[in-house]
């Protein structure tokens, strides 16, 4: 079960899946530049999936894991308000598809 200490330690990120972002949770990181990711679910955030990905495919976020979670209990109404535009953040080379 995870506790609401727990949860508020999820770090916000964005997560590039090919040509799409999507809002997850950092959990944990491994070697070899990856990271435990949890994917979660909207409008219930508690449902998901967890997954590794490389460190280059995240945007740590300026938030909150509870806002976070109250974006996809939303649908992910007002997250213009707090997300950055992802493709802002990310150098050309991915942006263009260079890089994984």
């Known amino acids: 079960m ?8 999820m770090k916000p990120v964005m997560v590039r899946f090919n040509d799409f972002w999507q809002l997850a949770f950092e959990i ?4 070899g530049g990856h990271t435990v990711i949890y ?4 409008p219930n955030p ?3 999936w ?10 740590p976020l300026k938030l909150t ?7 996809m209990r939303r649908f992910g109404k007002g ?4 997300l950055p535009n992802p493709l802002c ?5 991915v942006r263009q598809g260079e890089m994984r």
């Open 2 to 9: 995870v506790s609401s200490d727990d949860v508020e330690e």
């Open 28 to 31: 944990d990181r491994i070697e």
């Open 39 to 42: 994917l979660p679910g909207a």
């Open 46 to 48: 508690w449902s998901g």
């Open 50 to 59: 967890v997954c590794v990905v490389a460190e280059d495919r995240l945007i």
């Open 65 to 71: 894991a509870s806002s976070a979670a109250m974006l």
């Open 79 to 82: 997250s213009k308000a707090v």
């Open 89 to 93: 953040s990310v150098p050309d080379a």
